[in-house]
């Protein structure tokens, strides 16, 4: 009997959603079949078999799971033919050494398990092991920390007894857990520069039927970030400590992208390496896998900086948050016409426009250093042409 494990995905999430049995219980399955798709924060993550075999589901669909915990069996002909016990039911909390719960500690003698994850909550928010023994539950996971964390509702509001709660995604959920980490840990400063994109939006008109790929404002501005990653290897650097940062050797950008299935970031690795043509194939690739569903977890792992669009037109300014482990995140705009002054009769032209801004970690980076990164952006928008030049 060979066991079907849940793998570790990524090293956010402490548990994972088992969405679907693709494979039947009682399936016959060959080595490389698909058997479940497991959802993350970010991504749903195909689940293959290792081996061939008759399939046994251990686990429900629709059921959490947690990284090595055993949610199948795949039956060997040897195993089919000697009749065998039930399967034990999988254990919602993994035996850690010694005989521990992994990630948590029992009770003194109530039996109530914290995972860890539950427990550095609880150490950031300030609350004690009362408050959550007094949940009643035998598990106490980091969502039950954070649900104490909320503001009770109002007594004295009007109640709503035919409304119906409404469940966030999992991918909404770890927005939110984002979020909140970022206002809590990251002490951010916000500078914002006008730079007129008049002659960059003409390129891209240029370019797109040259090189056969969209060319807009966000793949030559991710082009402009990465050329800036040896001159300013401060802003792309990974806090590791009070005082002590970790230096990139390359840029690897995320961008922002919303096509109605939730927010997901995906990262476009070596940016500083790459040239524009393969910046744009590989931006719009990631369009495509968001909107098909298709992102998976390598693709949205590894940034070192962070580029939000905001691409509505009524969309003058916004303000992003800078990820946890990163130091700065930019905020595209949508360009608005603007007069200007310009030689002529008339003495003015209409020219395009953008709001580029940067939020930064004022632990690690100052004023002056994002004026100075603004700066060189914006002359790189502004004559665009160098842009295009494949890397050196």
Same mark, same amino acid.
């Given at each position: 009997?060979?066991? /079907? ?8 999430d402490a548990r994972y959603l088992l969405v679907e049995w693709v494979a039947a219980d009682g399936?016959? /399955? ?23 075999? /008759? ?77 959550? @023994? ?10 039950? *920390? ?52 008049? !002659? ?21 501005? *991710? ?7 040896? @001159?300013? !290897?401060?802003?792309?650097a990974r806090p590791v400590g009070p005082g002590r940062v970790r230096r990139a050797s390359t840029? +690897? ?23 524009? @043509? ?18 998976? !977890? ?6 070192? /900086?962070?580029?939000?669009? +905001? ?43 953008? +709001? ?37």
């Amino acid at each position: 009997m060979n066991a /079907v494990v849940v793998p570790k995905i990524n090293s956010n999430d402490a548990r994972y959603l088992l969405v679907e049995w693709v494979a039947a219980d009682g399936a016959t /399955v060959e080595p490389g079949d698909v058997l479940a798709l497991i959802e993350t924060s970010k991504t749903v993550e195909e689940l293959a078999a290792e081996c061939g075999g /008759v399939l046994r589901h251990r686990v429900a669909a629709g059921a959490e799971c947690l990284p090595g915990q055993t949610i199948a069996d795949l039956a060997t002909p040897a195993d089919l033919a000697t009749p065998a016990d039930p399967a034990p039911p999988a254990d919602p909390v993994a035996p850690a050494a010694g005989g521990a719960p992994a990630g948590g500690a029992d009770g003194p003698g109530d039996g109530v398990v914290i995972t860890a994850p539950a427990r550095r909550l609880m150490d950031e928010l300030g609350i004690g092991e009362d408050a959550v @023994r007094a949940l009643g539950r035998k598990v106490i996971r980091r969502d039950d *920390v954070a649900a104490l964390a909320q503001p009770a509702p109002d007594p004295t509001a009007p109640s709503e007894p035919d409304a119906e709660e409404i469940v966030l995604p999992v991918s909404q959920r770890r927005v939110a857990d984002v979020v909140a980490r970022a206002h809590r840990e990251v002490p951010a400063a916000y500078t914002v520069v006008k730079v007129d994109v008049e !002659e960059a939006l003409r390129l891209g008109r240029e370019l797109t039927p040259a090189l056969r790929t969209l060319i807009g404002l966000p793949e030559l501005l *991710v082009k402009a970030v990465a050329g800036l990653a040896g @001159r300013f !290897e401060l802003l792309f650097a990974r806090p590791v400590g009070p005082g002590r940062v970790r230096r990139a050797s390359t840029a +690897h950008i995320g961008v922002t992208m919303d096509v109605g299935k939730g927010l997901f970031v995906p990262v476009v690795h070596d940016a500083t390496g790459r040239t524009l @043509r393969e910046i744009s194939r590989t931006l719009m690739a990631y369009r495509v896998a968001a909107l098909r569903g298709g992102l998976r !977890e390598e693709d949205l792992s590894g940034g070192n /900086v962070t580029l939000t669009l +905001h691409n509505e037109s009524t969309v003058t300014l916004a303000v992003p948050i800078v990820f946890p482990g990163q130091l700065c995140a930019l905020a595209l705009a949508a360009p608005q016409q603007e007069l200007v002054p310009a030689e002529g009769p008339a003495g003015f032209a209409v020219r395009h426009t953008v +709001h580029l801004g940067l939020a930064y970690d004022h632990r690690y980076v100052n004023g002056h250093d994002a004026i100075v990164f603004l700066d060189a952006l914006r002359a790189a928008l502004e004559a665009p042409a160098g842009l295009a030049a494949d890397p050196t």
